[in-house]
């Protein structure tokens, strides 16, 4: 392999880092705000309203997927790929802009005139009908507001992202129901005062965009050529078709317990749901500037640098969420029990989502790496295949296990989905992430879990063993990691980033 030049590689890494930071920090806030939302809106409402809403929101989240027809990643990807022709930059961004909100008109138009007879095919409750339209009026909104964030990551100014989206984002959501809450407001209400902290959102992404940055989308260009809108489709279309297999695969097993089960069902269910996707923090952090960094890595022909960077970061990934892993699975009734007594009911399903989710940080930014390194229709069809998969058997698993089987369904396909990602990489680009300090974190995370399971076995209040085991467990984890070595990469990264 080419293109080891180790001053590039701690440049890229630092990049990734310093997003990654930036982000995790954003995303942090992002699901402490989404947790208080969804905890004030279970205790306040009880589980049965919170199912309208927990509903509502999974299929607006589901069909924001495909709203932006590929077009988030597309910016991502041209963005970097032509930093040294802005007319080309430019035209590209418009393009993409008017793709996706094309698309965001027609879905969330359709969600609105359509709510009465998804409300009949699902949940079949009047009052659905009108959170739903509330839900396509926040798709609609939020469809925009990732063009900016999108723009923003190419960019690789991502604190803009996290400010509007990770921080403002949250806080305005969480004060926004709180109050309607406070003011005696159910279910449409709460979902009402989400539409105006999207709108407040939206309106803090457009001012950044205008003021802090100088790219603007423009459509006449002597860039608008017939082969560049060629190009352009042909990288997004694919995604856009693999959008919407990870819709099969993504959170409908959410709604598939709509359909067969009720609405209290969904209730638990997501709790569980949001509770496990605490696990996918660290690899959407990496995502966020590893995209272009391996864009821009791949089109200059420094693979070797490619693999370094991919190896580091799939082990930062995997021994962040080993350890959230290891957290919440010791502690699942714990947690769940916040939300109400009823909701640990969910603890089976939440030790099986945990797993998938594991799998998936374990594989770390190989569909990104595959994305990036033009196999597209790779990952169309990896989607497609899965999601197949996905639908026919949390139907089948339902109809056997019940609330259990969506999840058994969902982690099973997700786990191979990702292992056969990894297989893609190596044939495709002769890339693995993988070497012997993985048995570090796994060490560590053996030793902790057994560490944790002794406090909780000796405590017998709920909130004592949190209180105890978690600072108690971080301590053990990253003692033991310490004990066995730092990896010269992340030494050298420290140095780097302490010299800066």
């Not at 959170?131 to 923003?152: E, P």
């Not at 594991?358 to 597209?376: E, K, R």
């Not at 169309?380 to 339902?398: K, Q, R, S, Y």
Request: net charge positive; with cysteine; glycine share 8%.
């Amino acid at each position: 392999m080419g293109g080891d030049d180790p001053a590039t590689r701690r440049s890229s890494l630092a990049t990734i880092a310093r997003g990654g930071s930036l982000y995790t920090v954003g995303k942090v806030v992002s699901d402490v705000g989404e947790f208080v939302l969804h905890l004030l809106v279970s205790r306040w409402l009880g589980a049965g309203l919170y199912g309208l809403f927990a509903y509502g929101k999974t299929l607006a989240f589901t069909a924001l997927l495909l709203t932006n027809l590929g077009s988030d990643k597309s910016i991502v990807r041209y963005l970097p790929q032509y930093e040294n022709d802005p007319e080309r930059r430019r035209f590209l961004l418009a393009l993409a802009w008017l793709t996706s909100i094309a698309g965001a008109s027609v879905v969330a138009g359709a969600l609105f005139v359509f709510a009465p007879t998804v409300n009949a095919l699902t949940l079949d409750d009047p009052t659905f009908v009108g959170v739903l339209r509330l839900f396509a009026v926040i798709l609609f909104l939020d469809t925009v507001g990732n063009l900016l964030y999108a723009t923003f990551r190419a960019l690789e100014i991502i604190e803009y992202e996290v400010f509007s989206k990770r921080l403002f984002k949250p806080v305005m959501r969480v004060l926004c129901v709180g109050g309607a809450l406070v003011f005696g407001a159910s279910v449409f209400g709460v979902v009402a005062a989400m539409v105006v902290a999207s709108v407040l959102t939206l309106g803090v992404a457009i001012y950044l965009f205008i003021t802090r940055t100088e790219i603007r989308p423009h459509l006449r260009s002597p860039a608008a050529t017939r082969e560049t809108v060629r190009d352009y489709y042909n990288y997004s279309l694919p995604l856009t078709a693999k959008e919407a297999g990870t819709v099969m695969q993504g959170r409908l097993d959410v709604l598939l317990v709509g359909v067969f089960l009720s609405a209290t069902a969904v209730g638990v269910y997501n709790v569980a749901v949001l509770l496990a996707g605490v696990l996918y923090v660290p690899l959407l952090a990496a995502n966020q500037l590893f995209a272009p960094v391996a864009s821009r890595l791949y089109s200059r022909g420094k693979r070797a640098d490619l693999v370094a960077i991919y190896r580091a970061v799939t082990r930062w990934i995997f021994t962040s969420s080993l350890l959230l892993a290891v957290f919440l699975g010791v502690f699942r009734f714990e947690l769940l029990g916040l939300f109400g007594p009823e909701f640990t009911a969910g603890a089976a399903v939440l030790l099986l989502m945990l797993v998938g989710q594991l799998c998936n940080a374990a594989t770390g930014p190989s569909g990104y790496l595959l994305m990036m390194t033009d196999h597209q229709y790779v990952v169309m069809a990896n989607e497609w295949v899965f999601g197949v998969a996905n639908v026919i058997l949390t139907i089948a698993f339902i109809q056997l296990f019940g609330l259990v089987g969506a999840a058994l369904a969902s982690a099973g396909v997700l786990a191979v989905r990702n292992l056969t990602k990894l297989a893609e990489v190596w044939y495709f680009e002769r890339m693995s992430p993988y070497s012997r300090s993985f048995g570090k974190p796994v060490l560590a995370g053996l030793l902790t879990a057994g560490v944790l399971l002794t406090i909780q076995a000796a405590t017998s209040s709920s909130i004592l063993a949190l209180g105890v085991g978690i600072p108690t467990g971080l301590t053990v984890y990253v003692g033991v990691l310490w004990l066995l070595g730092i990896e010269p990469v992340d030494y050298d990264l420290y140095v780097q980033l302490t010299e800066e």
